[in-house]
C-alpha cells in the first residue's frame, strides 16, 4: 500500500528592510518622526512613504497628548491618560472633587448612582469640567468618567444619566471669600448649589456652606508646561536658577517642566514645583521649603488657569523679564494660564562610543559628522552599532566618520 504524501508550500520569504538614507539638512525632520515612533503608536510600514527628501507621517498620528495626579498611579498614563489628552484638546478640565469630610464625587459604574464616598482619586471620581458656550465664563457641564452629565431636576435631585446636555445641567461656578479656594456650583435653571449630605447629592441650598463648597484636585500629568494667555509664551527657569521667567517661544528642557502640586493638606491648594527641586513663592523667589507664600488657591476662568496667594493676589509674569509672581488681584489676560502637555523628552547614547546622539553637525568637537539610518519594516537588527532605542518597527544606526 502506497503512502499517501502530502506537499508543502514554501512560504515567500519576508521582504526586506526598507532603509531610507537621510541626509544631514533632513535631521530635524527625521527626529520628529523618531520621536513620534518612540513614544506613540507606530503605523504600518504602508502608511509610511519617502516621496523625494521628505518623510511623511501617517495622516491619522498625532502628537498630542495636563499635571499629575500626584500618588496616583491610575491616571499617569494608561487608560486616565488618554482621557486627559483628550480633554487637553478640547479645552476642558480633568478634575476630582472634594467635599467638607475630604470624600470624592464619585460617579459608580452600576445604576449610575453618584455619592462622594471616594476615599481617593481613580477612575471613577475623575470628571471632566466642560466650558459652557454662549454663557459667563464659569458656567460649565460636569460629565462623568461614563459620559454622563451631572444635572438636576425640577425637584433638586441630583442625577448622572443623561448623555446629552441639557438645561438642568448648566452649573456657574463661585470662589469660596475664606481664603480656602474651594468652589461651589449654582445650578443655573433651579438657582440652588450643588451640596453633599451623608449618601447622596443635594441641591437645595440657597447660599452655599460647608456641605456646598469643594476642593478642586487638577487630575492632570506630573509635569506640565504653564503658557501665559497674555503673553503667548511659556514659562521656564532663570539662568540663575532662582526665579520662573515666562518669555520661551518653545517649551523644550528641563527647565520649563514643572508640578502643581495638590496639597490636600494645607486647605487643598497648589504648589508650583521646579524641576531643580525649589518651590515658587508669591513674591517671585524660589526657596527650598514650602511655606504658605508658595500655596495658590486655582481658579477657573473661561477654561483658563489663574493662580491667587494667601493675600488674594494672582501669579503674573511682570516687566521686561516677565518674571513670575503675584502683584494684581484681578484677573486680566496677564493672569491666565493653560496647562500644556509636557513632551516625553530623552537622551540618547551611542552602545559603540557612549557619546551623545545630537541634531547638531558639531557639538564640543566630539561628533564631526553624523548620519542617521532608519529601517522602517523589521525587527531585529543584526549591528554592534545599533543604538539602545527601538520600538520593534524602527531601529537607530549610528556611524561615524
Given amino acids: 500500500m502506497a503512502l499517501k504524501t502530502t506537499s508543502f ?27 513620534a515612533s518612540l513614544f506613540y503608536p507606530v503605523p504600518d510600514p504602508e502608511d509610511l512613504y519617502v516621496k523625494g527628501r521628505h518623510l511623511h507621517q501617517h495622516k491619522g498620528q498625532t502628537m498630542n497628548g495636563v499635571n499629575g495626579i500626584n500618588g496616583h498611579g491610575d491616571l499617569n498614563g494608561g487608560s486616565g491618560g488618554d482621557i486627559i489628552s483628550t480633554n487637553n484638546l478640547r479645552g476642558c478640565w480633568t478634575i476630582g472633587l472634594i467635599n467638607s469630610k475630604f470624600r470624592y464625587l464619585t460617579a ?47 425637584f433638586g435631585n441630583v442625577t448622572c444619566e443623561g448623555e446629552e446636555k441639557e438645561p438642568g445641567s448648566k452649573f456657574q461656578i463661585s470662589v469660596a471669600d475664606d481664603g480656602t479656594g474651594r468652589w461651589a456650583f449654582r445650578n443655573v435653571v433651579r438657582g440652588y448649589y450643588l451640596g453633599a449630605s451623608s449618601d447622596k447629592l443635594t441641591c437645595t441650598a440657597k447660599v452655599p456652606g460647608d456641605a456646598e463648597f469643594w476642593h478642586v484636585h487638577l487630575a492632570a500629568r506630573p509635569q506640565v508646561n504653564l503658557r501665559s494667555v497674555g503673553r503667548k509664551r511659556f514659562a521656564h527657569l532663570s539662568e540663575n536658577l532662582d526665579e520662573i521667567h515666562v518669555d520661551a517661544n518653545i517649551p523644550w528642557g528641563e527647565d520649563t517642566l514643572f508640578t502643581l502640586e495638590f496639597r490636600p493638606d494645607e486647605s487643598g491648594k497648589y504648589a508650583l514645583h521646579t524641576c531643580n527641586n525649589k518651590y515658587l513663592s508669591r513674591e517671585g523667589k524660589l526657596v527650598d521649603t514650602c511655606n504658605p507664600n508658595c500655596l495658590f488657591s486655582a481658579e477657573y476662568h473661561g477654561g483658563q488657569l489663574a493662580l491667587r496667594d494667601r493675600q488674594g493676589a494672582y501669579l503674573s509674569p511682570i516687566g521686561s523679564k516677565a518674571v513670575l509672581k503675584s502683584r494684581s488681584t484681578s484677573v486680566t489676560k496677564d493672569e491666565l494660564f493653560s496647562l500644556e502637555d509636557s513632551l516625553p523628552q530623552a537622551s540618547f547614547v551611542a552602545a559603540l562610543n557612549a557619546r551623545y546622539v545630537s541634531v547638531k553637525q558639531v557639538v564640543q568637537g566630539i561628533m564631526r559628522r553624523l548620519r542617521l539610518t532608519v529601517s522602517v519594516s523589521c525587527d531585529v537588527v543584526e549591528s554592534s552599532k545599533v543604538l539602545c532605542v527601538g520600538c520593534g518597527r524602527l531601529f537607530l544606526c549610528l556611524m561615524m566618520s
Fill in 9 to 35: 508550500v514554501k512560504r515567500p520569504a519576508f521582504p526586506p528592510p526598507q532603509v531610507v538614507q537621510l541626509d544631514v539638512d533632513l535631521r530635524s525632520r527625521f527626529w520628529k518622526y523618531l520621536y
Fill in 108 to 154: 459608580e459604574t452600576f445604576g449610575f448612582k453618584i455619592n462622594a464616598n471616594g476615599a481617593s482619586l481613580k477612575k471613577k471620581q475623575v470628571w471632566t469640567l466642560e466650558p459652557a458656550s454662549g454663557g459667563a465664563e464659569s458656567t460649565i457641564f460636569l460629565r462623568s468618567h461614563l459620559d454622563k452629565y451631572l444635572a438636576v431636576d425640577s
